[in-house]
């Protein structure tokens, strides 16, 4: 079988690390990296809540994403100078939000309203995935904060895995991600459940054994972000 472009076993995921309190003056913020993708991810606290949500007693969680113009091989234009986001950004920001969510319990949390802004900084592929995984960190931090840790009620984090030549493979790259026969992204919690999951066959349709495969990965994947996870938050 072929290998990977980067040599890694296909059950292998890219170094991962994350820098908590990056950003001094956000509520809480981590600098995740995995392999060359590197996003800053921070959680800013407002005591009030959206127009439908007013008066009922419970808070939300809001999310922004973008990319610096550099962030990849080419200079990009920011979107603030087109006046208007593009499909991709809005779905990505839609995704962060609903993959963090259900795990905080909304009503616990009061009318306030916590935004999640993920800005990446370098990107190499996986670049939700790494800002789901990061936000939930800033996000931890940010209750922790406020001493309301115990809205908190699961661990999240993302993985991507992808049908590609060398078979079926955890945590793709770019150039993995660029050539992938299938791609797909998995929000899971650390309890087991599943909170999310994007598929797309790229050239053909895969088959049940093939998905059930890239769910087994990305359940070893994101065994080893929830350690990274931990680990970040121990270090504050």
Known sequence: MTKRPSGRASDEGRPVSIEPGFAR?????????????????????????????RNKGQGWINAEYGMLPRATHQRGHREAS????????????????????????????????????????????????????GAWVALSLALRKAKLTSVITSQVAAVSCGLTEAGAVLDLDYIEDSAAQADTNFVLTAEGGIVEIQGTAETSPFQDHDFFELLRLARLGTAKLFEAQNAALETL
């Open 25 to 53: 003056h956000a509520e809480g913020s981590a600098l995740i990296r995995v392999g060359g993708t590197e996003v800053l991810c921070t959680a800013s606290i407002e005591n009030k809540v959206p127009p439908f949500l």
């Open 82 to 133: 087109k006046g208007k986001q593009s499909g991709r950004t809005q779905e990505i920001q839609r995704l962060i939000a609903r993959s963090l969510r259900p795990c905080v319990n909304l009503k616990k949390l009061g009318e306030r309203t916590i935004t999640l802004d993920c800005d990446v900084l370098n990107a190499d592929g996986g670049t939700r995935c790494a800002s789901i995984t």
